[in-house]
């Protein structure tokens, strides 16, 4: 009997009428949330148009680029720095910086704002030791400068880890003639390796660009007012203008994807060979600024709000023993939003694999366009900010009579709305492990008589799991951090560790909002190194 193993009679089967069918409708579910808000400015009773060009909203959009550009112009240059210091030059104690210059992601940005707030404005540490040394000057960050500092140490990691990863892999033959040219070590990298990066450049790049302009966090406690933090003062007392802020901030990012995706085609993805070994070059007489630098992005991107945190927390801790006042959480007030937290993130970053794993095998099996169509759209949801999501879904529950009777402040909303905005991370796993699956076992289990069901769980589902397993892990560690949706859609009875931390910061109660931020920083931490910095060499 002939099998059929080639790609394109696999390709050649017909999807099942189910997959189609859940494909569909979880691509109609996830474009909800953007249809929404595009219809509310069109219904809008005020004039759209003039919203969209008032001084109302030009002015956070300007903000907003400002601040976007700066912090991806930045971290570009900052994460493509490192990576060529770490992994193409003799930079002493390189192998440990590869650890620790990924581990600025535990930190969610309102929590390294409020850490570099706290420590250089008045009565910080950084205050304190400036008065013991004797210099009377009072140090303070906010606005734009404190929104772009903190945005650039705790998002260059996105550059980062794929250029690293990239460099590990690029065949030196190209470097070599170069230099047998005469190419400096500046020329070289110029004219050979930037080309060889420029793709991941490219996508570390975007995902800075649209970590920034969804940023609310790190903005709302710079107190500098883009257009997700006008969003929300507006989101209540003005909802036209709030509405039109939010559809600039969606086109925002759809022109944002759209021109990276138009630049990238413009780079060759080179081949990757992996090398026996890295040839070094040798920074002489740089070697000791670069090493200054390095470790200064560490210190205050990682050991600076990291003693902050400790500072607090131990402060708090030990007050009452000095005779202060007592915190003003209790032991319950610390478990019940970790433990929210924790099985909140573990429910959403389960059903997301469930969720990718039908559009992945329509896409990478059956090449099917309702696939294609499915993961476009559940792809492109991944550029939508958070703050829009939980606004349409907020104002959808309001003024929807059946929604707000059953939906409304429930898990439900809650999930739905974190499914939407990183179910996305999940797909290209779940599509690389759903595409390697052997026709070959396919082929083997069918002549054997098993069902589809049987070979599912046989052959397919031992093969996928462990790209479900990766994707759903990013689900998991993004959830965990994200604050605008859990602020403004969780059930009011649902504490979680971003919320308690934040409104900790807002309201002045630092010891607490730093024992808390310590507790999800750890298991941040703990996520970031088994789901990324372990896996970064498979980021190029």
Known sequence: ????????????????????????????????????????????????????????????????????????LSAAILGTGLAWLTIRTDLPSRRILKIVLPLPLVFPTFVGAAAFIRTLNPGGLANDLVEKIGIDKTLELHGLFGAWLVLTLFTYPYVY???????????ISLEESARLLGDSSWATFRKVILPQIASSLLAGSLLVFLYTISDFGAVQLMRYDTLTRAIWTTRLSNQPV????????????????????????RFRKPDITTQAEIVLTPLNKWKTPAIAASWIIVFLALITPTIALGDWAADGLLREFRGGRPLFIEFEDIIKPTINTAWVSMLTAIIAAAIVLPVSY??????????????????????????????????????????????????VILIFAYLVRFSAQALAPAR???????????????????????????????????????????????????????????????????TKIFQSFEDAFVA?????????????????????????????
């Not at 880890?161 to 065949?171: G, H, S, T, V």
């Open 1 to 72: 009997m002939e099998f059929l193993t080639s790609n394109s009679l696999r390709h050649s089967q017909r999807a099942p009428l189910a997959l189609k069918v859940i494909a569909l409708i979880t691509a109609f579910l996830f474009a909800c949330p953007g249809l929404y808000l595009v219809w509310r400015n069109i219904t809008s009773d005020s004039d759209p148009l003039g919203l969209l060009f008032s001084e109302q909203t030009l002015s956070p959009l300007m903000r907003t680029v400002n601040l976007t550009v700066l912090v991806t």
């Open 161 to 171: 880890l794929p250029i690293a990863a990239r460099l590990k892999n690029l065949p």
């Open 242 to 265: 709030s509405f039109a802020l939010a559809l600039i901030l969606l086109s925002f990012a759809a022109i944002a994807v759209i021109i990276e995706t138009l630049l990238s085609r």
């Open 362 to 411: 329509l896409v990478a099996k059956y090449r099917s366009s309702i696939g294609n169509t499915a993961n476009a759209v559940m792809t492109s949801t991944f550029a939508m900010p958070g703050l829009l999501i939980a606004l349409s879904m907020f104002f959808w529950t309001l003024r929807t009579s059946w929604a707000a009777e059953h939906l409304r402040g429930t898990i």
């Open 432 to 498: 690389a492990a759903v595409a390697s699956i052997p026709a070959s076992l396919e082929d083997a289990s069918q002549v054997l008589g098993a069902s589809k069901v049987k070979r599912f769980f046989t052959v397919d589902l031992p093969v996928v799991t462990p790209g479900l397993l990766a994707g759903s892990g990013l689900v998991l560690m993004s959830t965990m951090k994200e604050l605008p949706i859990t602020l403004l859609v969780a059930p009011f009875e649902f504490p979680t560790l971003t």
């Open 512 to 540: 607490e909002g730093g024992l808390l931020a310590l507790i999800l920083v750890l298991l941040s931490a703990v996520l970031t190194w088994i789901l990324v910095i372990r896996r970064s060499d498979h980021l190029a």
